[in-house]
């Protein structure tokens, strides 16, 4: 469940949220979310694709929506 809302969270905003703003819309502190985000790009990036990323400078957690539907053959 705890994925599928990142994703969701993500895919409605286009892919990129703050951490603070992902966070909020998970109804968590950002503190919680850090070790979700850590083990999600585990599960996500692999083969040495970043699917799951952040932008340190912003604080914004990127999701490539594209790169996810293709690394894993989601139409």
Do not use: C, K, W
């Not at 996500?44 to 932008?55: A, F, S, T």
């Amino acid at each position: 469940d705890r994925v599928r809302s990142v994703m969701s969270a993500l895919a409605e905003r286009g892919g990129t949220l703050t951490r603070p703003a992902l966070a909020a819309r998970l109804g968590m502190p950002v503190v919680r979310l850090v070790p979700v985000l850590a083990v999600l790009r585990r599960l996500l990036n692999v083969d040495g694709y970043v699917v799951l990323g952040q932008d340190e400078a912003s604080d914004t957690v990127v999701l490539n929506l594209a790169l996810l539907r293709t690394q894993f053959g989601i139409e």
